[in-house]
């Protein structure tokens, strides 16, 4: 039978409320402690659905399904034992009691008005649904949903109970406010008003109503949770700051547990200032709240979620891909410990270790070679340990990819891939998105004309991945707000009044074509289009060209073909092809690639998931030996090439600990070092070089030009003229043409033979 209609047919409040204060009065933790009594003195009452399972199964599912009915059970058996420590409030009780001493407090005074604490419920996270799935018949229920914040009000006092005082009587009246539309009181209704025959008015005294503090936020659905196609769906949510307490109190408890919080909330609070509003636009929550329904026109209802309770969102597995990897259904994180084990058992089972030559097969096996930038995109999303010192100083260790190519060279396929493979992110297009649409807008409220942030894009995908295709068709002006984000990975907006740094820790991937036909003779700027100072934040730029190859051609023509054939040879409906999904998606591509590649098995992607996860938890360190080796590189590569700043330093400091990481190793070795080198230089930050003439060279044409005007030379002058070169560099010049025939020197006199 159906849980809801039990709940109305066989509820039976009087037990019910035993059941909850003998919970309440009686229930202790794993020390002996009396876990709620001790909590009732307390400003917030934070009850753990885990807790009233183990008391009471059957009374968790009453509570959940008619949540409203039994909050006030636990208002009333909480009201019963707690006395209220405001002093204004005993000194009215005590003038009440002087005035009525045969009237029962409660009866005069409504109980809202008396309470000092809120009841707050932590979310079951691992019953959490997502924003989709709520449906009308959630109304009344308390749900415990996932999503990402991107729009935040102010904390503003939300009048609970008003009351008025009678300017003919003097007698006081209490109005508990329970919406957002209502009507203020303007008659009074005592009896001294009605006995005296007076049309006393109301006056409403703000000094003694209670107001608590209220904020709203809109909530959307994860990245996980949309279907392909569609459009993330978002819900407005309303609640009590005070909830909000909690949040930042199970954040900093669970800061020291291993997985990955989603946002630096707790150190985001002043802590002289605890009203400061500690929650931004882009960061991910774990909500538990009621479903509620409010009229907006006519008969049209809008839902919405009346929060009780928060905690950060953390890195996990989707448990409804993982039934058939008898992955446990539990909600949690993959922690270091778990992650060392899998890798342990991973390397005394060759069998079930990630292989880099596997991992590469299974990234986007759809997609024809690339194989380099198949493994860029995968580092990308292994990312770097993020260095942060006590000064505050940060260094980045998200790994930013461009993409620079013709058209039909699948640069946005990989795009969506790799967004595919993320936990969190977002996809959006050049032409489709504004400065403002990718870092964070100020809106003005509707409701209360208060100035308030929405997220974008950027902000929207912290910890995440985002994925910015046509980059060559955004304005110039939108390309501006990138800059930040790619190096200090903030959002700074300074706007209205409002002055705020949001934070955008995310791996950016994007893509462009060339603005005209590639010319190999100009720069990579002038063929994109890109300006130089954003073409250097991103850690490896790839040109991606479409040039006429027999050989290629033919490979690829294989490869689609069979892929086709395969597909034809099935004969299969659209129905069973779902159902035998997953074998059919190992079974064609490890066919289609022994055509030119040996048969790997492969990975599906949730097991690429599984492994990010994993690979994330792996914090590789430098020894002093890969030091001297990364730092010979760099030295190389400057005096190389052209167009080298010094944030390749850093790139290939990133790419060599991604590298590790791609190998699940603590520590880094050679060939990390190496192929990171390698990956670089089929990059363009390396791919043209300088445009010059030898040294020697340079040296033998400028004492030539020198002898133009006087045959003979002193060597002082000519080492002060060319003192931009060292002095044993232009002697050895100076020796090797003499040997040739081109000058005698006798007694620091060099003269030209032929000038």
Known sequence: MDIKKLATQYANYRADKETLSSFLHFFADNNG????????????????????LLHNRQIVDLVQNNTHSYLNLLYKIIDSINTPNDIIMKHRMERIKEKYPNSNIADILPSALMRDYTVCFLPQTSNSISIRQIRSSKIGHFVTIKGIITKVSQIQPKLAVAVYVCDSCGSETYQEINNKQFSFLSLCQSKKCKVMKMRGTLNLITRV????????????????????????????????????????????????????VKGDLVNDIPENDPNSLGIKPGDSIFLGGIVMARQTQGLINEMYIEGYGALPYFDQIDTKKSKDQNIPEENQSIDEEKANQIIQNAKMDPKSFYTPEKLLKSFAPHIYGLKDVKKLLLLSLLGAPTIEKSDGMRVRGDINILLVGDPGIAKSELLKYSLGLAERGVYTVGRGSSGVGLTASVLRDTLTKEYILEAGALVLSDRGVCCLDEMDKMDETDRLSLHEVLEQQTVSINKAGINVSLLARCTVLGAANFSTRYNKKKSLEWNTGLPTSLLSRFDAILLLRDEK??????????????????????????????NEE??????????IQSVNEPNIPLLDKNDLKRFILIAKTVNPVLNTKINQQIKEAYLEARQAYDRLTPRYLLSLIRLTLAHARMRLSNEVEEIDVSESIRLLKVSNFIQKKKNKIAPKY????????????????????????????SEELVTNTIKEFEENGIWIVQDDILTVLNP
Do not use: C
């Open 33 to 52: 402690d009396l876990k709620y009594l001790n909590q009732i003195t307390d400003k917030k009452i934070i009850l753990d659905w885990n807790d009233l």
């Open 209 to 260: 109503s209670k107001f608590i503090p209220y904020l709203s936020l809109d909530l959307q659905e994860m990245q996980s949770d949309v279907p392909e196609g569609s459009i993330p769906r978002t819900i407005p949510v309303e609640m009590d700051y005070n909830t909000l307490l909690t949040y930042f109190e199970e954040t900093k408890k669970m800061k020291g547990l291993h997985f990955d």
């Open 549 to 578: 190859d027999v050989e290629k051609d033919k490979s690829l023509s294989n490869y689609v073909l069979n892929l086709h054939l395969k597909e034809a040879n099935h004969g299969i409906t659209e129905d069973v092809q779902q």
């Open 582 to 591: 997953k074998s059919s998606y190992r079974d064609s591509f490890n066919d």
């Open 698 to 725: 340079f040296i033998y044409n400028e004492i030539i030009k020198m002898a133009n005007n006087n045959d003979k030379l002193t060597l002082p002058e000519i080492f002060n003229f060319l003192s931009e070169f």
